[in-house]
């Protein structure tokens, strides 16, 4: 089973853009909550994630970090495991 897997975004911020489109090569299902202007909604993420920048990445509750971190764990062959971990 797949985990669960959730996005915050903005809509036109490329690194979000790059994030998504990792994800969608990688096959997998997502959440995507896209919080253009929402500052409650990006306070609340903040709490969450411990960061204001976006993207903000989460596996089953487990924060990844943005986009930079998942491209790095791609990079380093460990994406793959964690995005199919039953």
Known sequence: MQPKIEIYTWSRCP???RA?????????EYTEYCIDG???ARS???ERAGRR???QIFVDERHIGGCDDIHA?????KLDSLLKAA
Do not use: N, T, W
């Not at 998504?20 to 997998?28: I, Y």
């Open 15 to 17: 690194f979000c853009i």
């Open 73 to 77: 764990l791609e990079r380093k062959g």
């Open 38 to 40: 929402d500052e409650e």
């Open 44 to 46: 609340k993420m903040a």
């Open 20 to 28: 998504k489109s990792l994800l969608d090569r990688k096959g997998v």
């Open 53 to 55: 920048s976006l993207p």
